[in-house]
């Protein structure tokens, strides 16, 4: 049967398979590229507080660090894709004047950090900030509260369901990265950061920030996470007339000091 015979639908089916096809190595090779947004450096690498921690690819992963007041908590912070840890020192700074430490790295290629961001990657730079915190610095796990904003939710959800933090902080989080253009997740392989499923197993402290009005994540990606947690102390608190870009830090720090108080290992610390 010559190519020009060939029956309308099968012309047809080939082409979807065609495009499924080249959707399916793009998802799973280049979707990095629309995940991770590196931009210019916003801080100098001379920065007061800066400090180098080295991965177990060996690659350098500039970080803040701010150590806590004694008996205070301790922030494990992992921020979004479009950013680097300079845009929220601002937000920083509050935690700080509650006593409350600051750890907050760059993932690898933003900011002074060497390499290439990625799911893996990312996942490598914050098991170095937590062994940087533990042993190194001997902050005591249970003082450590690892927060993640946007992106940031992906590292921070994957450290969680390993080690056993204080708790566990969420702001404007999604369920996987696939899953914020739906139906994607559903018909394409490659998905990055699955925290719907991982979030399953994790029962620690949790506690879920999100805009009431964010169009990029939906507020309904926090819900989920929330209602699918196992934890025994599980919250959401949506913000009024907020998105992804402008939620608050002052709502950020309210929403998270009221959460130490709230878990009972650092009930009587803040």
Known sequence: MSKKSRPLWFRLIRGLVVVYAGLCVFSC????????????PSYAASATGLIRLETSKAKSIAAFHFPATAGKPTVLFSHGNAEDI???????QQWRAL?????????????????????????RAI??????LTENQGVRPADILIVGRSVGSGPSVWLAD?????????????????????PAHLVLPGDRFPNLKRIRGIDHPLLVIHGEDDF?????HGRDLVNASPAALKRFVGVPNAGHNDLGGSDIVAATRKFVREIHSLGAQD
């Open 127 to 132: 098991d170095a900030a937590w062994k940087y």
């Open 99 to 123: 006593g409350w430490g600051v750890l907050a790295y760059d993932y690898p290629g933003y900011g002074h950090s060497s390499g290439r961001p990625s799911e893996s990657s990312c996942e």
């Open 29 to 40: 090779t280049l979707s990095d590229s629309l995940i991770f947004m590196p931009q210019r």
């Open 162 to 182: 390993r080690v056993e933090p204080a708790g566990l902080v969420l702001i404007s989080p999604f369920t996987s990265t696939f899953a914020v253009r739906a």
């Open 86 to 92: 300079g845009g929220s020192l601002p937000l920083y």
């Open 216 to 220: 990029l994540i939906p507020p309904s």
